[in-house]
């Protein structure tokens, strides 16, 4: 995918911005810290499905202003391009609420936007991945699951509601146990679908991954695999799951089974064949595994779907050595997507052939292409 068109209203700091992008290739949005660069790879990396690269609340995009001058609504528009369709997305937020339309048409959540394609994103904050909460790690993988299945963050969105219904009736001491049993039957059909996506991609990914190994960890995937192994019903499997852990659940007041509680973890080799845990690597070696995942992920995607993920690196040139930078250009720019680059410095990009230009200041982005 690629995106022909985007233009914002009252989303932070946005005064203007109403882009036509010639194509794929790269674009380097440039300007002092705050300008509002960043900004704009927030609202492209909203077109995939999440709270977008800053995973913030909706009412905290609304531009920062006195109370009295506070807009009510944010909004953008875009137009994104795959194979020879042309989709439109709005996105609307407005009394608390946010509405998405794609191609005209309102969806009842984001699942919708992960058929328009796929769309990655590395940024400082992500410096310490493996380092972090496993929620972290989930969430960013389940972002490059997107890309081969669609219909992941559909059943991404079921699963966790049936778990959330199932959590509520354990608190009440009046809940019916049939009801429990319900929730906990939709809970483990739509757990099974996010567990063998996540297995898939894994298997579908390792042969795009340089020196690096991963693994998926958790009760789930031990559960799966285990009933996978003995031709067992795996909907059975998770459900009896569900049942016996009721008291702990109702003690602890938390759902201690399923995908929600799934971890990432690996191995980077190195040079001389010596793995490291990737929770243990130095700063430069973590973030060199950063970058050999994301190179493996849009490979993959390309490969197998002919349509590149269209990627955001955030402060890439003080972020990234110039050794770092170099594999990602090497590797990236020939897939056909786009890329996004944001930096302080016009000239920390201009050995960079064929990119695209966008300055960004107080808000305003100023293409410098026709």
């Not at 380092?131 to 299945?149: E, K, W």
């Not at 929770?279 to 590149?308: F, V, Y």
Request: hydrophobic share 35%.
């Amino acid at each position: 995918m690629w995106i022909k068109k985007l233009k914002t209203s009252n989303f932070r700091n946005l005064q203007q911005v109403d882009l036509t992008l010639p194509g794929p290739g790269v674009y380097v949005l440039y300007g002092h810290n705050g300008a509002g660069k960043t900004n704009i790879l927030e609202v492209i990396s909203l077109l995939s499905p999440g709270q977008g690269l800053h995973r913030d609340k909706l009412e905290n995009m609304l531009p920062d202003l006195h109370e009295a001058e506070r807009a009510a609504q944010w909004g953008f528009y875009g137009e994104v391009q795959k194979d020879q369709d042309t989709h439109t997305v709005g996105m609307g937020y407005d009394k608390k609420k946010r509405v998405i339309k794609v191609d005209g048409e309102e969806t009842a959540g984001q699942a919708d936007l992960a058929n328009l394609g796929a769309v990655l994103w590395f940024t400082p904050e992500m410096d310490r991945l493996f380092f972090g909460s496993p929620s972290g790690r989930r969430r960013f993988y389940d972002r490059l699951v997107f890309g081969l299945h669609p219909q992941h963050a559909g059943q991404l969105t079921r699963y966790t509601k049936h778990l959330q219904s199932r959590m509520q009736l354990l608190k009440d001491p009046q809940s019916d146990p049939d009801w429990i049993a319900l929730e906990e039957q939709q809970a483990a059909k739509y757990g099974e679908a996010v567990v063998k996506a996540r297995l898939q991609y894994l298997e579908d990914l390792k042969p795009y991954l340089d020196g690096v190994e991963l693994e998926l960890i958790g009760n789930a995937e031990r559960v799966y695999l285990e009933a996978q192994a003995e031709d067992r019903d795996i909907q059975t499997a998770f459900t009896t799951e569900y049942a016996e852990r009721r008291p702990r659940d109702m003690r602890q007041k938390s759902n201690s089974f399923g995908p929600q509680r799934t971890d990432l973890g690996g191995l980077l080799n190195l040079e001389d064949g010596t793995p490291v845990p990737l929770d243990r690597t130095s700063m430069g070696q973590h973030k060199k595994a950063l970058i050999k995942l994301l190179i493996g992920a849009a490979r993959l995607q390309h490969e197998r779907t002919g349509h590149p993920p269209c990627i955001l690196l955030d402060e890439v040139a003080t972020h990234l050595d110039e050794e770092a930078r170099g594999l990602l250009y090497e590797k990236l720019l020939p897939l056909g997507g786009q890329l996004w680059l944001t930096g302080t410095e016009k000239s920390q990009f201009e050995g960079l052939e064929g990119a695209h230009f966008i300055g960004v200041k107080g808000g305003v982005a100023t293409p410098e292409f026709s």
